[in-house]
């Protein structure tokens, strides 16, 4: 999915808006972050982890509703609007995944570190509460969960 367009505002602070059903690159949001005037870029990896509450994990899927974008833009947009960033990123994968993929890349740039540790916390935790990315993660005893359903 290609990014969509976002306020005048923000448009030249959010770099780079993605849903991907292919592996992410932490290269990629790097580069779309940096800036010559940042003191700090903050970047947040999530990873699909092998355990989740003492279960074992064998994989998991992420499913996106078709507003995915327009949300992460939104997100993104109000993130710009409320910290000093000079940039931002934010790119989720889609589809199956293994333990140990990428699921998630985010990242900002503002002028002192702790700006950008800032923005970047609010953008992967305004992402994970109002983003619509539905997990389905299997286990290893069998079973299956559905985390993030409206």
């Known amino acids: 999915m290609t990014a969509v367009p976002g306020d005048d505002a923000n448009a030249n602070k959010v770099r780079l808006v993605a849903v991907r059903d292919e592996p992410l690159s932490v ?3 790097f580069a ?3 800036d010559p005037r940042a003191g700090g870029v903050a970047l947040f990896v999530g990873t699909v982890r092998g355990e989740d509450a003492g279960r074992g994990v064998t994989g998991l899927g992420y499913t996106a509703h078709t507003m995915v974008l327009d949300q992460l ?3 993104a947009d109000e993130v710009a609007a409320s910290y000093p960033v000079l940039a931002l990123a934010a790119v989720h994968r889609v589809g199956d995944l293994a ?3 990428l699921a998630v890349v985010v990242g900002a ?3 002192h570190r702790g700006e950008a540790f800032a923005a970047c916390r609010a953008l ?3 992402l994970k509460s109002r ?3 539905w997990k389905h993660q299997l286990f290893d005893d069998g079973g299956e969960e559905w985390v ?3």
Do not use: F, T
Request: charged residues 30%; hydrophobic residues 40%.
């Open 99 to 101: 333990v140990g993929d």
């Open 32 to 34: 779309a972050v940096r």
């Open 148 to 150: 993030g359903l409206p």
């Open 131 to 133: 983003v619509p990315i």
């Open 124 to 126: 992967i935790d305004e």
């Open 73 to 75: 833009r939104a997100v």
């Open 27 to 29: 290269d990629e949001v």
């Open 109 to 111: 740039s503002c002028p």
